[in-house]
């Protein structure tokens, strides 16, 4: 069964950090590129980090230097460590996979920023 199940959502403070995790299973998982995306409410979806199967890193503007992606592929899972989280960065998590047209999302963990 092609899953991803994403855990590691809660609640943490102002400048606090989160790991979140995202544990894939029914597909070969070194050669798709995995990403986070996250949405808020009442907002679109938007792409937070990629990795590719190579290795290869990308980030939206708006986390760098504070998120971090990063994947395991003996352990089929990719991370996201959150560092320096703000009350902007509320939302639901979500775990991508893609591979050329095929592509495999995960349910959403919750992640609240808030003192």
């Known amino acids: 069964q092609v899953q991803l199940v994403e855990s590691g959502g809660g609640l943490a403070q102002p400048g606090g950090s989160l790991r979140l995790s995202c544990a894939a299973s029914?597909?070969?998982?070194?050669?798709?590129?995995m990403s986070w995306y996250r949405q808020a409410l009442r907002k679109q979806r938007e792409l937070v980090a990629t990795i590719t199967s190579d290795g290869i890193t990308m980030y939206a503007d708006s986390v760098k230097g504070r998120f971090t992606i990063s994947r395991d592929d003996a352990k089929i899972t990719v991370y996201l460590q959150m560092n320096s989280l703000k009350p902007e960065d509320t939302a639901v998590y979500y775990c991508n996979a893609q591979r050329r047209r095929v592509e495999v999302w995960g349910q959403g963990t919750l992640v609240t920023v808030s003192s």
């Open positions: 029914g597909f070969t998982f070194n050669t798709y590129a």
